[in-house]
């Protein structure tokens, strides 16, 4: 400051990249393994990434002259995680090689991986002076996050035999995104002549889920339980995203001469899972004492919080003007293959269950829940007269795409006093809550003015293909009072609520109040 005036200036900001790529394997390739009792195979990984990072501004300025302040602050973090994760016997069949077990035979790959990013933005801006003030005040927080793992666990190309117990192959991933995104602003200015005050402040976040997870015999493999024993291939997949974004923008400005003040406040979320879950036997034979079950199974599920908010306020002797709008929007889909099946596995190969049910299983139970809120308020006020206008809406889009098929195609599969059972099952839900506010008020000693205005909008689409069938010749055989049975259910729903409100308040000599509010909700 001074006695001509001031001015000052801030920045602020924080950045973080983090990254996991990891190999893990537990496998038998090309040999021989001949154990009295039983064998298992585990590979595991566990990943974890925790991004902070927080900026900040603060900026003031003040003279007799007048003053000027302006600040800026940012935070951002990318964090990716692409891990391989696998159990498997290959090449391990013939005279000299292959699997035997006199106990249970256990192929387990298993990945849980978990991102926490959490960010944050504050910036500050002040300014005074006798001759007037400006002020100008900027916050965005961002964060982006990305998982893409491989777990498999497979029988290729081997010969796998156990002994009155079971074979079992099971493959899961975890996966867990929560990014926390904040951004928030405060600029004030005045003095005698007057003042002019701007805030803007936003958040958002990019979250990505894109995992591979099967259960697969294949390749012209052989496997076997003997005496009594099943044959489970599980493939699993339970993904999560929490995105939370949050914006807030606050103005105000005034002064002898008048006043006039902006903020802005916009927050979104976008996010996407897009897996695929299979369970196979493919091109091999399977001979089980027991039963034989294959279940692909996802657990997809997206949460999203998005909330922008804005607040500006002017006034003077002269006048007040005062625009504030806000906005929140929210993307998210899922796109996930759940897929179980027998193929290419007909002639001298196939699957036969000589004590127990044969299953094939897909089932998808994805659920998004979407909420979202944009508020606005504006407040101009003068002797000459008063201003507001303010802006407040939410969009969200969400969409379930899914594939969930259980099928057997050109392939045999028997069933010895016992069924067969060939099953998809869909269970997507979406349900989703947005809310647009807006309030001005324009109150002046000659003109009054006041425009408000509201909006939310809501599409939800779910477009999912649910099939279960038997196709290119493929032969399903029971004996002695087996059934066959093939059934196919899709029970996906959607809730959605929108709501918008607008308030407009205007005084004076002459006055004048315009409010529109607008909801639509849209499904599919």
């Known amino acids: 400051g001074g006695a001509g005036g001031g001015a000052a200036g801030s920045l602020g900001a924080a950045a973080s990249t ?38 900040a501004a603060v900026a003031g300025a003040g003279g007799a002259g007048g003053g000027f302040g302006g600040s800026g602050a940012g935070s951002g973090s990318g964090n990716t995680v692409d891990n391989t994760v696998s159990a498997y016997i290959a090449a391990s069949s013939g005279t000299d090689k292959g699997i035997t077990a006199g106990g249970a035979i256990t192929l387990s790959a298993t990945d849980s991986t978990e991102i926490l990013a959490i960010g944050g933005a504050l910036a500050l801006a002040g300014a005074g002076g006798a001759g007037g003030g400006g002020a100008v005040a900027i916050g965005v927080s961002a964060a982006t996050n990305e998982i893409t793992n491989t777990v498999s666990a497979y029988v290729d190309n081997s010969s796998v035999t156990a002994t009155a117990h079971n074979v079992e192959l099971s493959a899961t991933e975890t996966s867990t995104i929560g990014t926390y995104t904040i951004g928030g602003t405060l600029a004030g200015a005045g003095g005698a002549g007057g003042g002019v005050a701007g805030a803007a402040a936003g958040a958002g976040s990019g979250n990505t889920i894109a995992n591979t997870v099967r259960a697969d015999i294949r390749n012209s493999s052989v496997v076997t339980t003997t005496g009594s024993g099943d044959v489970k291939l599980t493939a699993q997949d339970d993904s999560e995203i929490t995105a939370v974004a949050g914006a807030l923008a606050l103005a105000g400005a005034g002064g002898a001469g008048g006043g006039g003040a902006g903020s802005l406040g916009a927050s979104a979320a976008v996010n996407s899972i897009t897996n695929h879950v299979v369970a196979s036997v493919d091109s091999s034979t399977v001979t089980s004492a027991g039963a034989v079950e294959l279940s692909a199974k996802e657990l997809a599920t997206i949460d999203s919080l998005a909330i922008g908010g804005a607040i500006a306020a002017a006034g003077g002797a002269g006048g007040g003007g005062a625009v504030g709008a806000a906005g929140a929007y929210s993307e998210n889909k899922i796109t996930n293959q759940v897929w179980a099946y027998v193929a290419n596995s007909d002639g001298t190969k196939g699957v036969t269950a000589t004590g127990g049910a044969v299953k094939i299983t897909a089932q998808d139970s994805s659920h998004i829940s979407s909420d979202g809120g944009g508020a606005a308020a504006a407040v101009g006020a003068g002797g000459g007269g008063g201003v507001g206008v303010s802006v407040g809406f939410s969009v969200a889009y969400n969409t379930v795409t899914n594939s969930v098929l259980a099928y057997a195609d050109k392939s045999r599969i028997g069933a ?100 529109v509010a607008a909801a639509l909700a849209k499904n599919e």
């Open 18 to 55: 983090n990254s996991i790529e990891n190999e893990v394997k537990a496998y038998v390739d090309a040999s021989k393994v001949t154990a009295a009792g039983g064998l298992a195979l585990s590979a595991t990984e566990d990943g974890y990434i925790t991004a902070i990072s927080i900026g």
């Open 416 to 515: 010895t006093s016992n069924n067969i059972e060939l099953k998809a099952v869909e269970e997507a839900f979406i349900e989703t809550l947005n809310i647009g506010a807006a309030l001005a008020v324009g109150i002046g000693g000659g003109v009054g003015g006041a425009g408000a205005g509201s909006g939310g909008d809501s599409t939800n689409t779910v477009h999912n293909t649910v099939e279960a069938f038997a196709r290119n010749g493929a032969t399903l055989t029971t004996s002695n009072s087996g059934a066959v049975t093939l059934r196919a259910s899709d029970a996906a729903t959607t809730n959605a609520k929108t709501v918008a409100t607008s308030i407009s308040i205007a005084a004076g000599t002459a006055a004048g109040a315009v409010s």
